[in-house]
């Protein structure tokens, strides 16, 4: 071997090492970046999975709740919210500048409540069916632009709402539906009913609105698994106790709060509703919540 092959061969020897530290470095940083990759994305599913548990539900006593979503999004229930039972209606009312949905299950005054204040407050938009909200626009003054096509429906049928996060159902009930103002003779408000509201990355939570026990309320879980269920248990006027638990029988929820009792000295008492869930061999977890309460779901 010349002086020449021998330096041409160090030569080449020099440029692959050159070359294979090279490939090491690019590997090793492509390694690194695929690894920095992986873990933003098991970021991105615990912070998914998170979000799932953030929906919260408040409690204003009566039938009225506030539901806030996992993206923020806020619904009122029924938003009766100056009842009897709850001392600081009108704080909560004054602080309240985010609402994105107002949902009215029937007309009477102690669910249609302060929906018409607070929509003209925060532009909410008024879910309920057509004929309610009809009646709510020409009887009670709820502005015309915030009922609109998409937010209404009738019983079987479903809306999807506030980008596809929140989807609602609207269910039957065994009850009435009229609104009145200023003592003016009540008017007709359609047929009362509840809500199946399914949240994205959330819970699906039933509110019945104001109703006696009804067979149907079996087929509800056929449909759609009730993580949540929002019952009457007052009795008088709705289903008390006893009917109540046969409800929560029929409908099967993970968990049950009771709601309507505790005003116009209705009957049904948490007490007698838990009480009635025993007897009847009911598995749902009952949870009594305190005016003001959150729940994390």
């Not at 294979?20 to 590997?27: C, P, T």
């Not at 009957?267 to 309460?293: C, D, H, I, N, Y």
């Amino acid at each position: 071997m010349n002086k020449f092959t021998s330096y041409t061969t160090v030569a080449s020897m020099n440029q692959w090492i050159r070359v294979w530290k090279n490939s090491f470095v690019i590997a090793t940083a492509l390694g690194v970046l695929i690894l920095a990759i992986a873990i933003i994305g098991l970021n991105d599913l615990s912070s998914n999975a998170q979000s799932a548990g953030k929906t919260q539900l408040q409690w204003y006593g009566q039938s009225a709740f506030k539901l806030t979503t996992p993206e923020g999004n806020v619904l009122l229930i029924d938003p009766w919210i100056e009842n009897p039972i709850n001392p600081d209606g009108k704080t909560i009312i004054a602080t309240l500048n985010k609402v994105d949905l107002i949902l009215v299950t029937h007309g009477h005054f102690d669910h249609a409540g302060n929906a018409v204040e607070i929509a003209k407050k925060t532009k909410a938009k008024l879910v309920s069916t057509y004929d309610l909200g009809q009646a709510m626009v020409h009887h009670s003054g709820y502005p015309k632009d915030l009922v609109g096509f998409e937010t209404q429906g009738n019983f079987g049928g479903e809306v999807t709402l506030l980008n596809g996060e929140v989807k609602v159902a609207y269910i039957p009930a065994v009850h009435s539906s009229s609104v009145a103002s200023d003592g003016s003779p009540a008017n007709f408000a359609g047929n009362p009913g509840g809500f199946l509201i399914s949240v994205k990355n959330g819970p699906v939570i039933y509110h019945t609105g104001d109703t006696d026990l009804f067979s149907d309320m079996k087929l509800i879980p056929q449909f759609r698994k009730v993580n949540l269920m929002l019952t009457c248990i007052g009795g008088q006027f709705t289903m008390g106790p006893l009917r109540a638990a046969e409800a929560v029988k029929l409908v099967n929820p993970s968990t049950v709060v009771p709601m309507h009792y505790g005003v116009f000295n209705l009957p049904g008492t948490p007490a007698a509703f838990s009480q009635a869930l025993q007897r009847q061999g009911v598995k749902s977890q009952m949870k009594v919540m305190k005016v003001g309460e959150v729940l994390k779901l």
